[in-house]
């Protein structure tokens, strides 16, 4: 493939990037440059380190207004089709994303994406929620677009044409300043960046500016609605994460696991109105193992008013032994966990995770509880001490005052 060519190509495959770690699927670079995928990964990516990101997302409205088609609406065009007029109103958030790297085998590398949302800013911030998880798996010369190999970085030529820039400069961040190389791509839907370090390979900034069509809007001029989407994620810090079962021997029934599923109730408990519990479920199907991995497709189930279908949401998950919050862990990793043990304290978002509850269930099955815990929300996380195997766990959202507590039901 000629130069020019590769300029046009990689600015599509740059361009159509989001918010880092949005889908399980490997860094589009792959398909371009092949031979990126033998390269070595950064020496810094091994299991258990985590890398967190600030966030945020915001929504930006080209009008006050929008115009939907309603034979009933109040306002008239000229050839007297009817519209109804809805005020349009932007939307935000921020928050934390902290990529787990949950296990490493030979050149692949399994990534647990967890999504910490909060509201407010400054003094006047509030505690964090757990939004949700997200996964990669994949060639760890490049972990999804959170680091690319600095020997790569190191092949990549400087330009500027066809809507692509790549340019290499000093990058102030906190009290550092970095070498860096910045990829940056523009087109009539919008712009993106990407900043990565030179020497570690570690993504440091990556933002987006685009807009797009919202289905079925009109403006007042009977233009398409269009709305604009502002998104960045910037480097905040990378650190070790040690935990006791690192070291331990996955259970053998993790090469043939096909499916899980765990029902309950979620509850949200307002002051003065009786609980009514509404049963949930989760079903997660594997993906993708390896000896160290799962790579799952979750999908939860909430049910809603009575005649109408659940609500379903889909997610990616990836279960690895150097992670909390997964569907296992190493049974014989897990054998010397004692009630009260400490195990980690995040020095960025605080969140705290500890050992719970050792002993037996009713069903006299031995069992351990992992809670990690902030002032916004608690997960604890009960497993079989004997097959490893999540067995249980319960999320508490202490901004919405709401439970979610499942237990394991079926396994494939």
Same mark, same amino acid.
């Given at each position: 493939?000629?130069?020019?060519?590769k300029?046009?190509?990689?600015?599509?495959l740059?361009?159509?990037?989001?918010?880092?770690?949005?889908l399980?699927q490997?860094?589009?670079?792959f398909?371009?440059?092949p031979h990126?995928k033998s390269?070595p990964?950064?020496?810094?990516?091994?299991e258990g380190?985590?890398?967190?990101y600030?966030?945020?997302a915001?929504?930006i409205?080209?009008?006050?207004?929008?115009y939907?088609?309603d034979?009933?609406?109040?306002?008239?065009d000229?050839?007297?089709?009817?519209?109804?007029?809805?005020?349009?109103?932007g939307?935000?958030?921020?928050?934390?994303?902290?990529?787990?790297?949950a296990?490493?085998?030979?050149?692949?590398v399994?990534?647990?994406?967890?999504?910490?949302?909060?509201?407010?800013?400054g003094?006047?911030?509030?505690?964090l929620?757990?939004?949700?998880?997200?996964?990669?798996?994949?060639?760890?010369?490049?972990?999804s677009?959170w680091?690319?190999?600095?020997?790569?970085?190191?092949?990549?030529?400087?330009?500027?044409?066809?809507?692509?820039r790549?340019l290499?400069m000093?990058?102030?961040?906190?009290?550092?300043?970095?070498?860096?190389i910045?990829f940056?791509?523009?087109d009539?839907q919008g712009?993106?960046?990407?900043?990565?370090?030179?020497?570690?390979g570690?993504?440091?900034?990556?933002?987006?500016?685009?807009s797009?069509?919202?289905?079925?809007?009109?403006?007042?001029?009977?233009?398409?609605?269009?709305?604009?989407?502002?998104?960045?994620s910037t480097f905040?810090? !990378?650190?070790?994460?040690t935990?006791p079962w690192?070291?331990?021997?996955?259970?053998?029934?993790?090469?043939?696991?096909?499916a899980?599923?765990?029902?309950?109730t979620?509850?949200?408990?307002?002051?003065?109105?009786?609980?009514f519990?509404?049963?949930?479920?989760?079903?997660?199907q594997?993906?993708?193992?390896?000896?160290?991995?799962l790579l799952?497709?979750?999908?939860?189930l909430?049910?809603?008013v009575?005649?109408?279908p659940?609500?379903?949401?889909?997610?990616?998950?990836i279960?690895?032994?150097?992670?909390?919050?997964?569907?296992w862990?190493?049974?014989?990793?897990i054998?010397t966990?004692?009630?009260?043990?400490?195990?980690?304290?995040d020095p960025?978002?605080?969140?705290?995770?500890?050992?719970s509850?050792?002993?037996?269930g009713?069903d006299?099955?031995?069992?351990?509880t992992?809670?990690?815990s902030?002032?916004?929300?608690?997960?604890?996380?009960?497993?079989?001490a004997?097959s490893?195997?999540? !067995?249980?766990?319960?999320h508490?959202?202490r901004?919405?005052?709401?439970?979610?507590?499942?237990?394991?039901?079926q396994?494939?």
């Open positions: 493939m000629n130069r020019v060519a300029t046009v190509v990689l600015g599509l740059l361009s159509v990037l989001v918010v880092p770690g949005s399980a490997e860094n589009p670079l398909l371009l440059f990126l390269m990964a950064p020496p810094w990516v091994k380190m985590r890398l967190t600030y966030s945020s915001a929504s409205p080209e009008g006050r207004h929008l939907f088609k034979e009933n609406g109040s306002w008239v000229d050839q007297g089709n009817r519209y109804r007029q809805e005020e349009s109103v939307a935000g958030g921020h928050g934390y994303t902290q990529i787990d790297v296990a490493l085998e030979g050149q692949r399994a990534l647990h994406i967890k999504s910490l949302g909060m509201t407010g800013i003094a006047q911030q509030s505690a929620s757990l939004l949700g998880f997200d996964a990669y798996e994949g060639p760890s010369a490049a972990g677009d680091w690319i190999s600095p020997q790569f970085l190191a092949s990549v030529e400087e330009r500027n044409e066809g809507g692509l790549i290499r000093p990058y102030p961040l906190g009290q550092t300043t970095y070498r860096a910045r940056q791509t523009e009539p712009r993106h960046v990407r900043v990565y370090d030179l020497d570690s570690v993504l440091l900034h990556a933002g987006s500016a685009v797009g069509r919202i289905s079925g809007s009109f403006t007042q001029e009977l233009r398409p609605g269009t709305s604009g989407m502002l998104s960045q905040v810090g !990378a650190r070790q994460v935990l690192m070291q331990g021997t996955p259970p053998p029934w993790l090469a043939t696991l096909q899980l599923r765990y029902e309950g979620t509850t949200v408990y307002i002051p003065g109105s009786p609980a519990p509404l049963p949930v479920a989760l079903t997660a594997t993906v993708a193992q390896g000896g160290r991995w799952l497709r979750a999908i939860d909430l049910a809603s009575p005649g109408l659940p609500s379903e949401r889909h997610s990616s998950r279960s690895g032994i150097a992670q909390t919050g997964g569907f862990l190493p049974p014989d990793g054998g966990l004692q009630p009260g043990q400490h195990l980690d304290t960025v978002t605080g969140i705290a995770t500890s050992v509850f050792r002993g037996a009713q006299g099955r031995p069992l351990v992992l809670v990690e902030c002032s916004g929300y608690s997960l604890e996380c009960t497993y079989d004997e490893g195997l999540l !067995a249980a766990f319960r508490e959202d901004k919405l005052n709401q439970v979610t507590e499942m237990r394991l039901v396994t494939q």
